[in-house]
Nanobody, 115 residues
Framework: QVQLVESGGGLVQPGGSLRLSCAASGFTFSRYAMSWYRQATGKERELVATITSAGSVNYADSMKGRFTISRDNAKNMVYLQMNSLKPEDTAMYFC?????????WGQGTQVTVSS
């Protein structure tokens, strides 16, 4: 069964950095695109970044230049390096994949940017 488990969230000051990790299992990880989404309180879930099986990446405009998505197929891991964090980056961050036409989400990891 597909499982996605995020980690690495926490409290960070504005301008700081965090690295989120997502451990994937239950499917052939290297063959599937992986994404990070986020959802702030009272707002809709939004796409942060996607990395394809070939390693191509796409970012939401507001994250370009600050966030970097990467993957390690040997470890079945996907990462999100977040730099120059802003208070508006505060949200629950979720790992996502689509496998055999089903959507799979992790439980999320909370990121809070505050002084």
């Amino acid at each position: 069964q597909v499982q996605l488990v995020e980690s690495g969230g926490g409290l960070v000051q504005p301008g700081g950095s965090l690295r989120l990790s997502c451990a994937a299992s239950g499917f052939t990880f290297s063959r599937y695109a992986m994404s990070w989404y986020r959802q702030a309180t009272g707002k809709e879930r939004e796409l942060v970044a996607t990395i394809t099986s070939a390693g191509s990446v796409n970012y939401a405009d507001s994250m370009k230049g600050r966030f970097t998505i990467s993957r390690d197929n040997a470890k079945n891991m996907v990462y999100l390096q977040m730099n120059s964090l802003k208070p508006e980056d505060t949200a629950m961050y979720f790992c996502y994949t689509k496998f055999l036409w089903e959507n799979y989400w992790g439980q999320g990891t909370q990121v809070t940017v505050s002084s």
